[in-house]
């Protein structure tokens, strides 16, 4: 059964600093990752999809980086903001659905 | 891009009766439809995947019975929370697969409290 963690679980930061969180899964046959970021009482926005041939994809200040073999996805956040301000999830598909981590919370302070 | 919505946005009702969350894939077909559930400060939990026109299948210590799901059609899946109990309290969250390209779509959820 596939397993997702994240770490840390919550990170404070001042604005303007890179930052990297952590994604780790027990079992590497998956069909892509995905992170998403969740805002307090909504719904999940979509930030990267990265198949499972892709090693990386970028987005703006954003970059997640896939190891399948090893088991491990990174997503890094460049000169963050106050904005940023969330949480981050991590999802694995390896079949029909997705399995979520725990989530990391991110405050950016200004 | 694609949107999938859900109805109501936030739901408040009495110990005991039935509520009824609506997904809905506006700009594609979904062939499959999926039901998340996530508690304050915890991740999603997959309750629920349904298919279009057959059964749902439900995750291990999900019943079935109290979390009725019919997805009738290609764009609509619903879920019914019968006879709800304050632990039922917690977010919904449906996502939707598109049966073309593949691509899972997620709702921006529902919050059921339950009195």
């Known amino acids: 059964k596939q397993e997702v963690t994240q770490i840390p679980a919550a990170l404070s930061v001042p604005e303007g600093e890179n930052l990297v969180l952590n994604c780790s899964f027990t079992?590497?046959?998956?069909?892509?990752l995905q992170w998403f970021r969740q805002d307090p009482g909504k719904g999940l926005t979509s930030l990267l999809l990265i198949q499972s041939s892709q090693r990386e994809q970028t987005s703006g200040r954003l970059n997640a980086s896939l190891d399948k073999s090893s088991g491990r996805s990174t997503l890094y956040i460049a000169a963050s903001q106050p904005g940023d301000s969330a949480t981050y999830l991590c999802a694995v598909r390896g079949g029909q659905n997705f399995v979520f981590g725990p989530g990391t919370r991110l405050s950016v302070l200004p | 891009g694609a949107v999938v919505s859900q109805h109501p946005s936030w739901v408040i009702c009495k110990s005991g009766t039935s509520v009824k969350i609506e997904c809905r894939s506006l700009d594609f077909q979904a062939t499959t439809m999926f039901w998340y559930r996530q508690f304050p400060k915890q991740s999603l939990m997959l309750m629920a995947t349904s298919n279009e026109g057959s059964k749902a299948t439900y995750e291990q210590g999900v019943e079935k019975d109290k979390f009725l799901i019919n997805h009738a059609s290609l764009t609509l899946s619903t879920l019914t929370v019968t006879s709800a109990h304050p632990e039922d309290s917690s977010f919904y969250i449906c996502s939707a697969r598109d049966g073309l390209g593949g691509t899972q779509y997620f709702g921006p959820g529902t919050r059921l409290t339950v009195l």
């Open positions: 079992d590497s046959a998956i069909y892509n």
